[in-house]
Every structure is written in structure tokens, then in C-alpha cells.
Nanobody
């Protein structure tokens, strides 16, 4: 059974940091590019970041560039999203996905004072 399980969300003050993790199982993780996508309350899905299967290529939405860092550990079947300098507009449910095929259930990030 394919599973993607996100963790690490929570409530953080503006300017703070969080590290999201996404643990994968049930498929060959190292063969898939991974992405993070978010959905703010009442809004549509927004792509956030991408990392290729080997981890050597990454890309970011302009809204998070310079603040977020995506990484992966293929030995642990896990992808990460380090989020720094968080803003209220980063409040959203964050989903990881594998090749835009397999999706997790999301983790909620709330940025508020």
C-alpha cells in the first residue's frame, strides 16, 4: 500500500520556522520526484517546491524562494521542507506528493501571533 505521511505542522509565530517531513512507503521512493503543494483556507492548491529523484535539482515558487528549502533522504524514504521566516500568508495545509501521482493527507501550518 502506497503511503505518504506528512508531519511537523503546527502553530508558529510570524518570523518563526518549521520543518515538515513526509515519510513514504509502498513504492520506490528514490525513483520519484517529490513536490510540496499547499492549500490556504478557502483557496486552491498552490505548488510550493520540487526536488528531483536524486535530490540534485530543486525549484521553488516565487512566494517561498529564499525562505523554504526542500531536501530528501532516499535512505530514509523521506522528503523535508524547511520553512524559515514564516509569514501569515504561509498558513495552509501542506501536502507532499510523489510524481504528482501519490499524495499524502496533509499537515496544517498556522502562522499567527
Amino acid at each position: 500500500e502506497v503511503q505518504l505521511v506528512e508531519s511537523g505542522g503546527g502553530l508558529v509565530q510570524p518570523g518563526g520556522s518549521l520543518r515538515l517531513s513526509c515519510a513514504a512507503s509502498g513504492f520506490t521512493f528514490s525513483s520519484y520526484a517529490m513536490s510540496w503543494v499547499r492549500q490556504a483556507p478557502g483557496k486552491g492548491l498552490e505548488w510550493v517546491s520540487y526536488i528531483n529523484s536524486g535530490g540534485g535539482s530543486t525549484s521553488y515558487a516565487d512566494s517561498v524562494k529564499g525562505r523554504f528549502t526542500i531536501s530528501r533522504d532516499n535512505a530514509k524514504n523521506t522528503v523535508y521542507l524547511q520553512m524559515n521566516s514564516l509569514k501569515p500568508e504561509d498558513t495552509a495545509v501542506y501536502y507532499c506528493n510523489a510524481g504528482m501521482i501519490y499524495w499524502g493527507k496533509g499537515t496544517l501550518v498556522t502562522v499567527s501571533s
